[in-house]
């Protein structure tokens, strides 16, 4: 099993985990029974019961420590010297090469700092509306031309894709938007299939020169459009010609950027669609408000409390420490349950109420906090916004179909199933 980007279970064994069999069962009672099919399907009550009783918990089933507490996943995220990415079971690291994702300290600041500006609220906002903007409304005219459709693959997915893709300049390369997404769920898969070998233990050695080369020579074309259009220039440019990484570690990165952006993206729009779609009564007091953008801003922030798009982080220790009063040792996996943060009761009344109202919204840690903070999440919200937006704007012309949705499911990605939508047509007006 890995995380979002790829990273392994602890293979230390015997030492500060919970040791095995019987004595397991005694230290992590709750741990001990927690299977990943429960964190998959129905992780929430789950979550509940182990931040109450085991808010460090041994789960055999992950080998790893599960940390379900608000307060100590904080402190964990923000501790890269003593919960590190930095370690050589990251299988992403091992296909991508270095980047920001896998390096701490020093070297984490010299490989996001290039990047740091064009992913600031200001640069984001100013670079990606007009496209983002336009692209959710072409997609759900297309949509409600059809008469409805299903809202993650016809909307937020190709949304996901268009979105980076833009960003980072490769639309240069292929302007037609369908073609774009092609290529470049090619180059998405050509990665994941690599990390997928090297998780199962094959040698993925090929498949992950392939990938990379892949993405080299995308990186190379995008360079090599600079010199014939002065008037534009796109990010990677810019960043090439700050001369702080390598060709290498330039193609490593923006392989993180793509490979962080397209499933994240396409699962947040698709779960505050979710969200909205089976709470039409918070919906009417949002649009009944006089602040569209703001219930819209704050909608999509409950939905990532509830149902982050991505809900494990791992780390690793970097030397034996206590946390929670748990004694850890050097080396063990620690997996930050980012979606049992989000419904501590400490920190969120009702926490499994759905309430863009709610105070101290802003305290959730979907994009985590401390140096890997998500790069992108400017970008993310825009465009989900974006959606959710044109979604509302044609809200009482448009009804979900339960038996045609399913709701949010996942491991480490929550993402819904289907969020299907008729829209216009007879008795469709609310
Ligand atoms: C435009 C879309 C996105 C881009 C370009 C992007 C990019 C990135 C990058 C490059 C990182 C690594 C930062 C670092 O290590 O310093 C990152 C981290 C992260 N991103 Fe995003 N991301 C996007 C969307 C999302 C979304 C929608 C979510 C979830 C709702 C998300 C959740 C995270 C999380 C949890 C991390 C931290 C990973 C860790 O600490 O191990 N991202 N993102």
């Not at 500006?117 to 005219?141: H, I, M, S």
Request: charged share 25%; hydrophobic share 40%; glycine share 10%.
């Amino acid at each position: 099993m890995t995380d979002e980007f790829g990273r392994e279970p602890s293979s230390v064994a015997g030492k500060g985990n919970g040791g095995s069999g019987d004595a397991v069962l005694e230290r992590f009672p709750l741990g001990s029974s927690v299977t990943t099919e429960e964190l998959r399907i129905h992780p929430h009550p789950v979550l509940h019961r182990l931040r109450s009783r085991e808010p460090v918990s041994w789960i055999p089933e992950l080998q790893r420590w599960l940390v379900t507490d608000w307060s100590l996943a904080l402190e964990i995220l923000r501790d890269w010297q003593r919960f590190t990415v930095d370690d050589a079971r990251f299988t992403t690291g091992q296909v991508v090469g270095p980047s920001m994702l896998s390096s701490d300290g020093a070297e984490h600041g010299r490989h996001r700092r290039p990047f740091d500006p064009y992913f600031k609220l200001g640069a984001v906002t100013e670079r990606a509306t007009t496209t983002t903007t336009w692209l959710a409304r072409q997609l759900v005219d297309d949509i409600e031309s059809r008469g409805g459709g299903e809202l993650r693959t016809e909307l937020a997915a190709p949304l996901a894709v268009v979105t980076i893709a833009g960003y980072l300049g490769l639309d240069r390369l292929e302007p037609d938007w369908n073609r774009l997404i092609h290529q470049v769920l090619g180059w998405y898969q050509h990665i994941v299939a690599a990390v997928e070998a090297l998780t199962a233990g094959e040698s993925a050695s090929l498949r992950a020169s392939e990938a990379m080369d892949q993405m080299a020579a995308v990186v190379d074309l995008v360079l090599g459009t600079g010199d014939d259009d002065q008037d534009i220039t796109t990010m990677l440019i810019e960043v090439a010609e700050s001369a702080t990484l390598s060709r290498a570690e330039l193609v490593s990165n923006v392989a993180v950027i793509l490979f962080g952006a397209i499933e994240t993206s396409e699962a947040m729009t698709a779960n505050a669609l979710w969200h909205l779609l089976t709470h039409p009564e918070a919906v009417e007091v949002g649009l009944n408000s006089g602040n569209r953008g703001r219930f819209i801003s704050r909608a999509v922030e409950e939905s990532l409390r509830l149902e982050p798009a991505a809900a494990l982080v791992d780390r690793y220790t970097t030397q034996d420490l206590t946390i929670g009063g748990i004694e850890l040792v050097a080396g063990e996996a620690v997996a930050v349950s980012l979606a049992g943060a989000n419904r501590d009761p400490a920190v969120f009344e009702e926490p499994d109420r759905f309430h863009p109202g709610r105070p101290g919204l802003e305290r959730h840690l979907a994009f985590v906090r401390g140096p890997h903070a998500c790069l992108g999440l400017h970008l993310a919200r825009l465009q989900t916004r974006h959606a959710v937006e044109q979604v509302l704007d044609r809200w009482h012309r448009m009804r979900f179909v339960p038996n045609r949705s399913a709701g949010p499911s996942g491991l480490v990605f929550r993402k819904v199933g289907a969020v299907t939508v008729s829209v216009g047509g007879a008795g469709v007006e609310r």
